[in-house]
Nanobody
């Protein structure tokens, strides 16, 4: 079993910055990619950004040039630096671990964190 724990959410004024962190714990051999999704009220969950173990990144168009995703040296941590935040960035942000290989799941399965709320408002 793998657990993902997010931190760093909160309230900020438009134009401000926040940094989200997510740590994966448990027994696993590797994680193909880690990233962030978000879900605003009344909307579907959408990809924000993700990064593979090889360092390849993928960003959603609305947040390009404002957000930066990175992974820690241990490869079980992912960060999301969010700058120039806008009210439309308000959402619950979920950490995702993609294709987690473990002794129980050699093909890899995905895991989700419980989410952290980001509110951008004046």
């Amino acid at each position: 079993q793998v657990q993902l724990v997010e931190s760093g959410g909160g309230s900020v004024q438009p134009g401000g910055s926040l940094r989200l962190s997510c740590v994966a714990s448990g027994r696993f051999f590797s994680i193909y990619a880690m990233g962030w999704y978000r879900q605003a009220p009344g909307k579907q969950r959408e990809l924000v950004a993700k990064i593979t173990s090889g360092g390849r990144t993928n960003y959603a168009d609305p947040i390009k040039s404002r957000f930066t995703v990175s992974r820690g040296d241990s490869q079980n941590t992912v960060y999301l630096q969010m700058n120039s935040l806008k009210p439309e960035d308000t959402a619950v942000y979920y950490c995702n671990a993609e294709k987690v290989i473990s002794a129980e799941n050699s093909y890899g399965i995905d895991y989700w964190g419980k989410g952290t709320l980001v509110t951008v408002s004046s």
